[in-house]
C-alpha cells in the first residue's frame, strides 16, 4: 500500500521529520501564523493534565441540587445501578459547597477556591462518557482512543502530525506526578505502532531528568567533547560516503539533537532562577503543593521553549493511603486531599500562561478517567465508585467559548442526557484546534489506516468559538 | 446525503466545462513509460482507492470500478475512461484533482503523480482489461491462490545467477534498464552473515579464518557453520517472538510477572532443530492435541496465551477473556495467515471477503480452552522425575514380589472401609464485597477468579435441605483454569485457610443468627506446621503459620490449615470437615453463612502474594461422626469401579495408595516419602488445555462481548482453501492443520515473505501483516510465489530458506549507491544493490556486548533484569513498588533476547531502538533516528562497561602499537580493519587523551573503572592511564553508525 503523505515524509526519509521539525522551528521563532496541517490552526501547542483514579463529577464541577433532595434514598428509574467494585449503596449529595463564579456563573464547589476564580477562561464539558471503567483501560483510552495497550498516545499523534516545534527538546513530554506513575505505566504514553521518535519522554521530577541525559560522571567534559567531535566526524564521514542514504544522515542529526539537549534540558529543568512570586503563585512555597507545583512551573518553562505536547499527572496509581482521586472509601477525604494539591498550582499555571501570552495559541486541557456514582459504593458508607456514563472535563485556551458549559448530565449526574461527547469526540476536537482533520491523520498499521479517533469522532462544533 | 454524491450532483455541469480537450494538459502528471498490465498495476490502485466507495458493496453515484463492464459504463455522470485518450479521460481529471469541486478519492491520500502516471499509461495504451480479471471478483485477488511454481525466466547475464532468486531479481532490473552491484567485499560479506544469521558481529579470529579460506566453498562453509551455531537460534526466534506478541508480564493496572520463557526457549530451540514451519505451527495451535503429547509441545501452545492479562480489582475476567481471544485472532492473522481478519471482529471486512460470520466461524476453533499454568520441567529435573519415579515403581514391584498375596490383602482392605457419609452439597451464593469473582461451576462448586484480595473473607450463604446438620465439608478441587491446577489461587496453586466460620439461622426469623460452634475439624491432608513462605509476607512482623486443619478453627487469624505437600504432589484436590458442637436444626430449614477468612496473604495484591482458595464446594451431611474423607479422589474413583473392570494403571494408583496405610510397611512407605522429597520444583509455563465441553461461540454485535448474537460452529472462511476433511472436527487440531495445508495460499507466502524483510528491509510484499485486496502488489510475484512453494517442496525447511537467499548473488551485492540510484529506488526495491540497515535494538546491544568481549553466550533460562535504570522500576517511574533487581554475575552480560520484557515499563535501551513492546502480534519492526539513541549509546550503563571492556580488552589482547590496538578495537566493532585516515583520527585521539592523563588533567582509574574507589583491579599488565585513554576511544568506536549497521 502507497504511504500516506504523513507517512511518506517519515518514512522516504529519516531525515524527512527531522527536516519538518526544523521547518516548524522556524515557523515558531520567525512568529509566522500557526499553520496546521489540514487547515489553519487555533493551538499549535498542548497541556494536558491527568487526574487518574477518576475524579468525581458531581462533587467538583457537575452541581447536581437534586441530589440533595434524594439524599440517602435508593436511585430509582435508572435501571441496574451498573457499579464497578461493589454493591451499590443510596444517593449522596455532595458533602462539598457549590457556588457559582465569575461572569460566566460556573458552578465550582469548594475543592477548588483557586480555580474558580479562572472559571470565565474555561471550557466544560459535562457530557463525557468512557467506554471502560476499570482504571488502565479507561487510562488508556483517554490518552490513546483505544482500552488495550499498543496504541499511540494523543501526544505521539501530535508529534507525528506535527513534528517539534524546537531542536533541542523531544515533541512529546510527560511529567509524572512526583508520588507515582498512572495505571498503565509508560503506556500511557507510548507511541504504539508510530516510531519511537514519537513517544512520550517522561521526566523525572529529582535527579536526571532522562535516562542517560547527563555523561556519567567519570567522564571530564573535556574527554566528552573530544569524543563527540570525532565521533560527529566519522559519522559524517560514513554518510557522505553513501550518498542517498538519507537514514544516515538523519542519525548524525539525532546525535547533535542530543547533544543540545544535554546542553540545554538540564537548566530548563533548573527552577531556581524563577521569582519568589512565581514560585509562590504555583505554590512552590507550600510542602502540600510543592511537588505538583513544580511540574506546573516546568510545563511552563517548557511549553516556552517549544515543546508541543505535556502531559502533566496529577495522581498516581499506587501507594496507600491513595495517591489519587479513587475515591471508594470516603469522598470528602480523598477530593479534599487531593483537591488541595491540585487546586493552587494548576491556576497558576493557567495564570501564569494567560499573562505571558502563551494561552493564545495553547490548547490547555483536563481530564480524568471517568466520573464516579451519585451513590455510594456500599450502603450507608461515604464512597463513590468509578462510573463510565457521565463525568467532566474541561478545556481553556485557543478556538474555544471561554466561561461556557456544554453537555448535560441528568439530574443526580449518572446519564448523560444533552450533547454526549465521547472520547473519540474530544480527541477530534484537540486535533481540530490544531489544524488537523482527525479523519486524515492516519499511519498505516496492521493492513488498515490507523486514526486516533480509529473510525468514531466528531468534532464538538458547540465548544469552538 | 453522501458528501460525495452531493458533489457529483453539483458538479456535473462544471465538469463538463471543465473537461479539456488539448492534447497534453500540463497541469497532468505525466504518463509512465513502459507497458502496463491492469491486474498488476492497476487494479490496486482502483483497489485502495476506489472500491470502498465505487465496488462491490457501495456505488456511489451508480458507479462500480470493479467490474469492467460497470467501470466502462461509467454511473451518473457517464464514461470516465476513454481508451487511447488519457487527457479526455474523466477519470484521470478526478484523480489529478483538476476540477475544483470533484476530486476523487474525497477523503484520504490523494493519488502520486507516478499512480496517476500508471492510469494515463493504462489508458493511452488502451485501457486493456483482462477478461480474467473483469468480474473482480474478490476471491480471484492473487493472495487468495495457491501458489504454483513459475518458469524462471531469462536474463541479460546468466552468469550473475547463482541460484532462481537471481534469475527473478534480473529479470525485474533488465526490465527496468538497470544492473545489479557487484559483490560485497568479503569482510563485509562475513559480518553481513553474521549479523543476518546470528544477530552477533564475527569475531576478529572468525574474520581471519574466513580470509585465509581461499577455498572456493569457503562462504557456503561460513553459511552452514552459522547455520548450526545455537546463535541462529536465538536471531530468529526473536522475529517470531515480535510476531508472537512475547511479553514476560500481563500487562495492564498490576503487569504481574509471567513465567513464559519455557515458550521462549522452544521457539529458540525449534529454529535450531529446524522445525519444519508446518509443524512449527502445528504444535503452537494445537501441540497439546497432538498424540501423546510431550511437554515441549504442550509448551508451544503458549504462543496462543502471550496475549494480555487484566486483573484489576472489579473486571470482569470474561471481558478479558474476550480480548485475549481476540488478540489469540489478530495474531493468527498476521503471524500466520497474513490477513487482517482483526477487522471482521465488528463487520465485515472491508476489502477482503472475509464476513464477521467467518471470523467468528474461525474463533470457534480457538474458543473452547482453559487458561491454564502448567508445571514444566527442563530436561535434567525430567530425568530426575523419571528416576523418582522408576525408583518408586521398583520399591513397588518389590512389595508386590515379596506379598505374594498382596491382591487379596487389597482386597480385604477395601472391602474394611467404611461407607462415607451422605453429603448434601450446598448452591452458595457470594455475599463479599471484596471484588473476586465467584463463578458457579455445574457441579456446585465455586471458582475464584478476577482480580486476587490477599487478606480478606470470602461469604457464602446457602439453603440446604438436610435437617439435622452434623458436619460440614469443604472440598478444594483442582481447575486448569487455576495456576498449575490449583486447588488453590497462589503461584504454585496452593492456598491457606485462616478461619472457617459458620453461621445459621431459621429460614423464617432471619433477624435471629445463631454463630455455630465447631469444635472438631478433620482434613485428608494438612501441611506440618511451618512459618509463612516469605512471598506473603504482610510487613505486619507477625508470625504466621500453616499446619494442621485445626488451624481453622482456633479462633487465630494468625494460624491457617495449609494443604502443601510439596513439589509433585501440591495440586491435588482436599477436603475438610467440620463438625458442630451440637447438630443445626431450624424448624423451617436453615440458611447458612459459610466465612472462610483467608489472611495469610502478602500485603501486595498487585504481586503473586495470594494465597486463596482457587475452587471450592461446600457440603453438609446429618451422618454421625463425620470425618474426612482420607483417601484421595482419584483413588475413590478407582474404588467405584468394579474389581474386574479396572485398568492395570488403576490398579497400580490403588496400590500406590493402600500401601501407604499398611503399617507393616514403613520402612519402604518412608524411602518413597524420600523420592518425593526429591521432587524438582519445575518452573510454569501458560498454556492452553481443551475444555471438554465447547463453548458456545456467537457472533458478536460490533464486536461487543456482551451482545452475543446468532451462534455459528467452527469453520473456515470460503475465499481461502477449503478444509482437506470436510468432516474435521472444531478442535483447534483441526484448525491448526488447516492453516498449513499446502494449499494455503498466504501460510507460505506471508512466512518467506517475512523472511526476506528481515534480510533486505522490506519485503517482497511491503505489507507483511496484509495480502489482501488492500496490499501492493508483490515486487517480484513470481519470487514471491517460486520461494513459497521451494519452502513447501523443501518439507518447510527454514534453514533451506536461509540458505537459498544467502547463497544469492542478490545477497551478496554490494550496498553502495549512487545519489542518482537511490533517487531512482529509495526504498531499494529492485535490489540492484544490497540493503544498509540499522540493525534491530537487541542487537544493537548484542554488538557491543559481542565486540568488547563482555558477552556471555548462555542460552535459555528465565528472563533477567539487566541492568536498567533503576529509579523506571520503583515509584515514581514504575505502577507498584515492582522490584527490578539488577542481576549480578555472569548473567549480567546476556544476549538482549533474554531481558525481561515488563509491558507497562518497557526497557528504555529498546524502546528508544523501536523494539516492541509485545502488546500486540508485530511482524514489521519501525526503524527510527531518535536523540534518545545516541543517549543510550553514548551513556547508558551497559554501554559504558562495553567501553571500558573494550578498552581493557585491547590494551591486553590487541598489540603492542597504538596502529595494533586502534586496528584491533576497530575490527571488534566494524570487523573491516580501519582506513588510514580513520586510524590517524584515532590516533590523534588516542594521544591527545593520553597527554591530559600525563597531566594529570583526567584521573585515569575513575575513567577506567568507572568508580571512584573501584572494587576490582585492572587486570595484570594493563596500566590505567592506557586504559582510560582507550576507554574514550572505545566509546567513539562503540557509538559510530557503521557498528551498529548491517551493510
Redesign the interface.
Given at each position: 500500500?502507497?504511504p500516506?503523505?504523513r507517512e511518506f515524509v517519515?518514512q522516504?526519509?529519516?531525515l524527512g521529520?527531522?527536516a519538518l521539525t526544523w521547518l516548524h522551528a522556524q515557523d515558531a521563532r520567525g512568529n509566522a501564523p500557526v499553520s496546521g496541517l489540514h487547515h489553519p490552526a487555533k493551538a499549535k501547542r498542548v497541556v494536558q493534565i491527568f487526574c487518574p483514579g477518576g475524579v468525581s463529577h458531581v462533587d467538583t464541577f457537575d452541581y447536581k441540587p437534586e441530589l440533595a433532595k434524594l439524599h440517602n434514598q435508593p436511585m430509582t428509574g435508572k435501571g441496574k445501578a451498573d457499579t464497578?467494585?461493589?454493591?451499590p449503596g443510596n444517593l449522596m449529595k455532595s458533602p462539598f459547597a457549590f457556588k457559582q463564579h465569575g461572569k460566566s456563573g460556573g458552578w465550582v464547589s469548594d475543592l477548588f477556591p483557586n480555580l474558580a476564580s479562572r472559571v470565565d477562561d474555561l471550557t466544560f464539558i459535562h457530557s463525557m462518557t468512557a467506554k471502560s ?5 479507561a487510562a488508556f483510552q483517554m490518552n490513546s482512543g483505544f482500552v488495550?495497550?499498543?496504541f499511540p498516545s494523543v501526544g505521539s499523534w501530535v508529534s507525528y502530525g506535527l513534528g517539534s516545534l524546537n531542536e533541542d527538546l523531544?515533541a512529546f513530554v510527560v511529567l ?12 500511557n504514553w507510548?507511541s ?6 514519537h513517544?512520550g519522554?517522561?521526566f523525572?521530577?529529582t535527579?536526571d531528568p ?7 560522571a567519570?567522564?571530564?567534559a573535556?574527554?566528552r567533547k573530544?569524543?563527540s567531535e570525532?565521533?560527529a566526524?566519522?559519522?559524517r564521514e560514513?554518510?557522505e560516503a553513501?550518498?542517498?542514504?538519507t537514514?544516515?544522515a ?6 547533535e ?6 546542553l540545554d534540558v538540564p537548566g530548563m529543568v533548573n527552577l531556581e532562577n524563577e521569582t519568589a512570586e512565581t514560585k509562590r503563585l504555583y505554590g512552590i512555597d507550600d510542602k502540600t503543593t510543592e511537588g505538583f507545583g513544580r511540574n506546573c512551573l516546568l510545563t511552563r518553562r517548557l511549553l516556552e521553549k517549544g515543546v508541543r505536547f505535556i502531559q502533566l499527572w496529577h495522581g498516581?496509581?499506587?501507594?496507600s493511603p491513595r495517591i489519587n482521586w479513587d475515591a471508594h472509601e470516603d469522598i470528602v477525604e480523598n477530593h479534599r486531599k487531593q483537591a488541595a494539591v491540585l487546586d493552587k498550582p494548576l491556576t497558576g499555571l493557567l495564570t501564569d500562561l494567560y499573562r505571558r501570552g502563551l494561552m493564545k495559541d495553547t490548547l490547555f486541557v483536563w481530564t480524568t478517567e471517568f466520573g464516579r456514582t451519585p451513590f455510594t459504593q456500599?450502603v450507608g458508607k461515604p464512597g463513590r465508585d468509578?462510573h463510565q456514563h457521565a463525568f467532566t472535563v474541561f478545556l481553556a485556551g485557543a478556538g474555544l467559548k471561554p466561561g461556557f458549559a456544554y453537555g448535560e448530565s441528568d439530574e443526580i449526574g449518572y446519564k448523560v442526557v444533552e450533547n454526549e461527547v465521547t472520547i473519540y469526540d474530544l480527541h477530534a476536537t484537540m486535533l481540530h484546534l490544531l489544524g488537523i482533520d482527525h479523519?486524515?491523520l492516519?499511519y498505516?498499521h496492521?493492513?488498515?489506516?490507523r486514526r486516533l479517533t480509529d473510525v468514531h469522532g466528531e468534532v464538538v462544533e458547540g465548544i469552538l468559538a | 446525503m453522501h458528501v460525495l454524491s452531493r458533489l457529483f450532483g453539483l458538479a456535473l455541469p462544471l465538469f463538463i466545462l471543465a473537461t479539456p480537450t488539448v492534447a497534453d494538459d500540463p497541469k497532468l502528471p505525466p504518463p509512465v513509460n513502459r507497458k502496463i498490465d491492469y491486474a498488476k498495476d492497476v487494479q490496486p490502485i482502483f483497489a485502495?482507492a476506489c472500491y470502498s466507495c465505487h465496488g462491490a458493496k457501495k456505488q456511489e453515484s451508480s458507479f462500480r470500478l470493479d467490474r469492467k463492464a460497470d467501470a466502462f459504463k461509467g454511473g451518473e455522470i457517464g464514461k470516465p475512461i476513454i481508451p487511447g485518450k488519457s487527457t479526455d479521460s474523466p477519470l484521470i481529471h478526478y484523480v489529478a484533482g483538476l476540477s475544483k469541486d470533484l476530486k476523487m478519492p474525497p477523503?484520504?491520500?490523494?493519488l502520486?503523480a507516478e499512480?496517476i502516471g500508471i492510469l494515463r499509461a493504462w489508458i493511452d495504451q488502451g485501457a486493456v482489461w483482462p477478461e480474467a480479471t473483469a468480474g473482480a471478483d474478490p476471491r480471484k485477488h492473487w493472495a487468495f491462490q495457491a501458489p504454483t511454481r513459475p518458469p524462471l525466466p531469462s536474463v541479460s547475464d546468466p552468469k550473475w545467477i547463482r541460484n532462481p532468486i537471481d534469475a527473478f531479481i534480473l529479470a525485474r532490473l533488465d526490465q527496468e534498464g538497470l544492473k545489479p552491484s557487484t559483490e560485497a567485499d568479503r569482510i563485509t560479506l562475513l559480518r553481513r552473515l553474521h549479523l543476518d544469521l546470528t544477530g552477533l558481529p564475527p569475531t576478529i579470529a572468525e574474520v581471519d579464518a574466513f580470509l585465509a579460506d581461499k577455498s572456493a566453498d569457503a562462504y557456503a562453509n561460513a553459511v552452514e557453520r552459522l547455520l548450526k551455531s545455537e546463535h541462529y537460534g536465538e536471531r530468529w526466534a526473536r522475529h517470531w517472538l515480535d510476531a508472537a506478541r512475547y511479553a514476560d508480564s500481563d500487562?495492564?493496572?498490576k503487569?504481574m510477572s509471567r513465567n513464559v520463557w519455557f515458550y521462549r526457549d522452544w521457539v529458540v530451540n525449534a529454529f535450531n532443530r529446524d522445525l519444519p514451519y508446518d509443524q512449527f505451527i502445528r504444535e503452537q495451535i494445537a501441540g497439546d492435541l497432538l498424540p501423546n503429547a510431550r511437554q515441549d509441545q504442550i509448551v508451544a501452545t503458549g504462543f496462543l496465551r502471550n496475549s494480555?492479562l487484566?486483573e484489576?480489582?472489579?473486571?470482569d475476567p470474561e471481558q478479558f477473556r474476550m480480548?485475549a481471544m481476540f488478540d489469540r485472532m489478530?495474531a493468527l492473522g498476521?503471524a500466520v495467515l497474513g490477513?487482517?481478519i482483526?477487522?471482521c471482529q465488528c463487520h465485515n471486512h472491508k476489502f477482503d471477503p472475509m464476513t464477521q460470520e467467518e471470523y467468528f466461524k474461525l474463533f470457534a476453533y480457538l474458543n473452547n480452552d482453559h487458561e491454564a499454568q502448567r508445571v514444566v520441567y527442563l530436561p535434567d529435573e525430567q530425568r530426575q522425575i523419571a528416576d523418582i519415579r522408576r525408583t518408586i515403581g521398583e520399591i513397588e514391584a518389590r512389595l508386590r514380589h515379596n506379598t505374594p498375596d498382596w491382591q487379596e490383602r487389597m482386597a480385604k482392605w477395601e472391602a474394611s472401609l467404611p461407607a462415607q457419609p451422605n453429603w448434601e452439597i450446598v448452591r452458595v451464593t457470594n455475599q463479599s464485597?471484596n471484588?473476586q469473582r465467584y463463578i458457579e461451576q455445574k457441579d456446585g462448586s465455586i471458582l475464584c477468579q478476577g482480580y486476587a484480595p490477599t487478606k480478606f473473607t470470602t461469604h457464602m450463604r446457602g439453603t440446604p435441605t438436610t435437617k439435622n446438620i452434623t458436619g460440614f465439608r469443604l472440598e478444594l478441587l483442582n481447575d486448569p483454569n487455576l495456576p498449575c491446577n490449583g486447588p488453590g489461587r497462589s503461584h504454585i496453586g496452593t492456598c491457606a485457610l485462616s478461619e472457617f466460620t459458620v453461621e445459621a439461622w431459621d429460614v423464617k426469623v432471619p433477624n435471629k443468627k445463631t454463630n455455630v460452634k465447631l469444635i472438631k475439624a478433620t482434613a485428608d491432608y494438612g501441611n506440618p506446621e511451618r512459618d509463612l513462605e516469605s512471598n506473603y509476607d504482610d510487613k505486619s512482623k507477625k508470625k504466621r503459620v500453616t499446619g494442621p486443619v485445626d488451624y481453622a478453627i482456633d479462633g487465630k487469624d494468625d494460624t491457617a490449615w495449609g494443604i502443601d505437600a510439596g513439589p509433585g504432589r501440591r495440586n491435588v484436590p482436599r477436603n475438610a470437615v467440620f463438625v458442630p458442637e451440637k447438630p443445626v436444626n431450624f424448624p423451617n430449614g436453615a440458611v447458612i453463612d459459610f466465612r472462610m477468612k483467608q489472611m495469610h496473604g502478602g500485603w501486595n495484591s498487585?504481586d503473586h502474594m495470594n494465597n486463596n482458595l482457587g475452587r471450592f464446594r461446600l457440603s453438609v451431611t446429618d451422618a454421625a461422626n463425620p470425618v474426612a474423607d482420607p483417601i484421595a479422589a482419584n483413588v475413590r474413583q478407582i474404588l467405584a469401579i468394579s474389581k474386574e473392570k479396572r485398568s492395570e494403571a488403576q490398579v497400580a494408583t490403588l496400590f500406590g495408595y493402600w500401601h501407604t496405610t499398611v503399617v507393616d510397611w514403613k520402612a519402604e512407605n518412608d524411602r518413597i516419602e524420600e523420592q518425593w522429597k526429591q521432587w524438582p520444583v519445575g518452573s510454569t509455563q501458560l498454556a492452553l488445555q481443551a475444555r471438554d465441553a465447547m463453548r458456545d461461540t456467537a457472533i458478536l454485535k460490533r464486536g461487543d462481548f456482551l451482545k452475543p448474537t446468532k451462534s455459528v460452529a467452527a469453520g473456515t472462511p470460503r475465499f481461502l482453501h477449503p478444509l482437506a476433511d470436510p468432516k474435521a472436527d472444531g478442535s483447534r487440531l483441526t484448525l491448526a492443520n488447516w492453516l498449513v495445508d499446502r494449499k494455503s495460499p498466504t501460510t507460505a507466502r506471508v512466512f518467506v515473505n517475512r523472511v526476506w524483510q528481515a534480510y533486505f528491509g522490506t519485503g517482497l510484499v511491503?505489507?507483511p501483516?496484509?495480502f489482501?485486496l488492500?496490499?501492493?502488489r508483490p515486487s517480484h510475484p513470481e519470487l514471491l510465489d517460486w520461494l513459497a512453494v521451494e519452502f513447501m517442496d523443501s518439507g518447510w525447511s527454514i534453514k533451506h530458506l536461509h540458505r537459498l537467499i544467502v547463497n544469492s548473488a542478490t545477497y551478496r551485492q554490494s ?5 542518482a540510484?537511490?533517487?531512482r529506488d529509495?526504498?531499494n526495491r529492485l535490489l540492484a544493490r544490497a540493503p544498509?540497515l540499522?540493525v534491530e535494538g537487541e542487537i544493537v546491544r548484542d554488538i557491543a556486548l559481542q565486540a568488547s568481549g563482555l558477552l556471555n553466550p548462555k542460552l535459555g533460562g528465565p528472563s533477567l533484569y539487566s541492568p536498567a535504570?533503576a529509579?523506571?522500576f520503583v ?7 515492582f522490584n527490578w533487581i539488577e542481576v549480578q554475575g555472569a548473567d549480567r552480560y546476556r544476549r538482549g533476547l533474554y531481558t525481561f520484557r515488563r509491558?507497562?515499563?518497557?526497557y528504555?535501551a529498546f524502546?528508544?531502538?523501536?523494539v516492541p513492546?509485545g502488546?500486540?502480534s508485530?511482524v514489521r519492526r ?11 549509546l553514548?551513556?547508558?550503563?551497559v554501554f559504558?562497561d562495553c567501553a571500558r571492556a573494550l578498552a581493557l580488552r585491547t590494551v591486553k589482547d590487541g598489540g603492542k602499537t597504538d596502529e595494533d590496538r586502534l586496528t584491533f578495537a576497530f575490527r571488534c566493532c566494524m570487523s573491516r580493519p580501519p582506513a588510514a585516515d580513520?586510524l590517524g583520527?584515532?590516533t590523534k585521539?588516542l594521544v591527545?587523551?593520553r597527554e591530559?592523563i600525563a597531566k594529570g588533567?583526567?584521573?585515569a582509574v575513575?575513567?577506567a573503572?568507572?568508580?571512584?574507589t573501584p572494587k576490582n583491579k585492572l587486570p595484570d599488565g594493563v596500566a590505567a592511564p592506557e586504559a582510560a585513554a582507550f576507554t574514550?576511544v572505545a566509546?567513539?568506536l562503540l557509538?559510530?553508525?557503521?557498528t551498529i549497521?548491517k551493510e
Open positions: 500500500m502507497r500516506s503523505r517519515t522516504a526519509s529519516a521529520s527531522v464497578f467494585f461493589g454493591q471503567s476499570n482504571h488502565t483501560p488495550l495497550n499498543g523531544p509524572p506526578d512526583p508520588r507515582g506513575l498512572p495505571a498503565g505505566g509508560a503506556i507510548s504504539g505502532f508510530l516510531p519511537a521518535t513517544q519522554v517522561a523525572r521530577s535527579g532522562i535516562p542517560d541525559l547527563a555523561t556519567p567519570t567522564i571530564p573535556a574527554e573530544a569524543g570525532l565521533l566526524a566519522m559519522n560514513f554518510a553513501t550518498p542517498g542514504e537514514s544516515l538523519a542519525r548524525v542529526r539525532s546525535y539533537m542530543a547533544a543540545k539537549m544535554q498516581g496509581a499506587f501507594g456500599g468509578h479523519q486524515q492516519t498505516y496492521n493492513g488498515t489506516r | 485502495a477523503k484520504g491520500d490523494r502520486t499512480q500487562g495492564f493496572e503487569d494480555m487484566n484489576e480489582g472489579g473486571v480480548d489478530d498476521k490477513v487482517t482483526a477487522c464485597d471484588s498487585d511491503s505489507t501483516e496484509d489482501g488492500q496490499s501492493e550496498s553502495n549507491v549512487t545519489p540510484m537511490y533517487e529509495p526504498f544498509r540499522r535504570p529509579f523506571l515509584p515514581p517511574a514504575s505502577y507498584g513498588p509491558r507497562s515499563t518497557p528504555p524502546t528508544n531502538f523501536d513492546n502488546d500486540s508485530c519501525t526503524r527510527s533516528n531518535t536523540p534518545l539513541q545516541a543517549l543510550t553514548l551513556n547508558e550503563s559504558m580513520e583520527e584515532l585521539l591527545g587523551e591530559r588533567e583526567i584521573n575513575e575513567l573503572t568507572g568508580e571512584r574514550i566509546r567513539v557509538n559510530l553508525d557503521e549497521t
